[in-house]
């Protein structure tokens, strides 16, 4: 065991815990989390580590004490703090970085989508016109559409909270994935004209991207921040396979 490659997976989205699993039986793996959700998703036979490691220095001091081999930022999209850590990490201590990230969401014909570059900008092209908007963001950025007095806003989330920062905003809860039937019903149910999201990718949370181009309902997509240079993969096999590329 003790001569195992150890290897520094940065989790928190499904992607990630499958590459851990994958190299567990291969490498000795760290699965590490920021802490945020109460019950992650984790691997089996890996080490988990929760909490911030105390910046890109801290991350760097961690990854030369425990001699990791290759890290693997299998982070959100949207997490580019922790991205832009593992860079300079990286970068400090000469280890091989491996982004793993889904790929975007792309506009199809019968889509209507109009681009943000984050949440402020979002809240801008909402504009005047819309009556009601769906906010499929996370809890943290609702903030951002406090300012706006006109549409009546729809948000969801996964777990109930009892403050969200816009007055008289309709609640739901539910956990996805959801189902193109089970999206469409709620933008109808609501009368939604906008609906609000990140381009977070994948097909798990895909459902109410195609119920809007079915209802012919517009989105504000919040784009993706960029990532940092180097090495990148859009699936798990090719994470697998450059991590052992690197062992050799
Ligand atoms: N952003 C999203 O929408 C989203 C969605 C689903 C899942 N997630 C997951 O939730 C976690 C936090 O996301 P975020 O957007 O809050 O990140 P972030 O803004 O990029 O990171 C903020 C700080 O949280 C700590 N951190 C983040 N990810 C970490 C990880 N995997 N392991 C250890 N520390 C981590 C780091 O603290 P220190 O500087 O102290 O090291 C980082 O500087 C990530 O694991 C991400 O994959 C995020």
Not at 58 to 85: C, K, R
Not at 148 to 159: E, G, Q, W
Request: hydrophobic share 45%; glycine share 8%.
């Amino acid at each position: 065991m003790a001569d195992r490659p150890h290897i520094l997976i940065l989790g928190g989205t499904s992607e990630a815990v499958d590459v851990a699993e994958e190299l567990a039986g291969r490498c000795s793996i760290t699965y590490a989390l920021a802490g945020r959700t109460e019950r992650p998703a984790l691997p089996a036979d890996c080490k988990v580590r929760i909490g911030g490691f105390g910046g890109a220095r801290g991350l760097a001091e961690w990854m030369e004490q425990t001699s990791v081999s290759v890290l693997v930022d299998a982070t959100h999209p949207f997490a580019a703090a922790i991205a832009a850590n593992a860079a300079t990490a990286a970068a400090a201590t000469r280890t091989p970085r491996l982004k793993l990230v889904r790929p975007a969401w792309m506009e199809t014909p019968g889509d209507r989508w109009r681009h943000a570059r984050d949440v402020a900008e979002a809240a801008q092209l909402i504009g005047d016109t819309a009556q009601t908007v769906f906010l499929a963001i996370g809890y943290q950025e609702l903030a951002a559409f406090s300012g706006l007095a006109k549409p009546r806003f729809v948000v969801r989330t996964i777990d109930p909270h009892t403050r969200i920062p816009l007055p008289g905003a309709i609640h739901v809860t539910g956990r996805g994935p959801f189902t193109i039937r089970q999206e469409t019903g709620l933008l109808q149910r609501h009368g939604i004209d906008v609906l609000v999201t990140r381009n977070s990718g994948g097909q798990a949370t895909h459902a109410k991207i195609a119920a809007a181009r079915d209802t012919g309902t517009p989105i504000v997509m919040i784009d993706r921040p960029p990532l940092p240079d180097g090495e990148v993969c859009t699936d798990t096999l090719c994470a697998v396979s450059r991590v052992l590329d690197h062992l050799r």
